[in-house]
């Protein structure tokens, strides 16, 4: 096949594509979201979700700085060497 036929249908299939896609919904909803014009209504349930899982994880990262301390101040813990393959 020449350069030209192959050029040929790649512009009939991917422009008759592209068409089909800027008159549909789908396309009509990414070009407003390429244009900033999108609507996200806020879901208060959502919300207040997101705000205990951020709860949770502060909770969680303050437990592991504990757990974290108490291991470094215990008087039998002992050194971890560098490992086998280290020089």
Request: avoid cysteine; aromatic fraction near 6%.
């Given at each position: 096949m020449d350069l030209e036929g192959l050029f040929a249908i790649?512009?009939?299939?991917?422009?008759?594509?592209?068409?089909l896609l800027s008159i549909s919904p789908?396309?009509?909803?990414?070009a407003d979201r390429l244009r900033g014009r999108v609507e996200r209504p806020m879901d208060p349930e959502l919300l207040a979700e997101v705000d205990a899982l951020?709860?949770?994880v502060a909770e969680?990262?303050?437990r592991v700085d504990f757990a974290e301390r108490?291991?470094?101040?215990?008087?039998d813990r002992k050194e971890i060497g560098r490992?086998?393959?280290a020089g």
């Open positions: 790649t512009f009939l299939f991917g422009g008759g594509t592209l068409i789908v396309g009509r909803a990414l951020r709860q949770e969680l990262h303050e108490i291991l470094l101040n215990s008087p490992g086998e393959g």
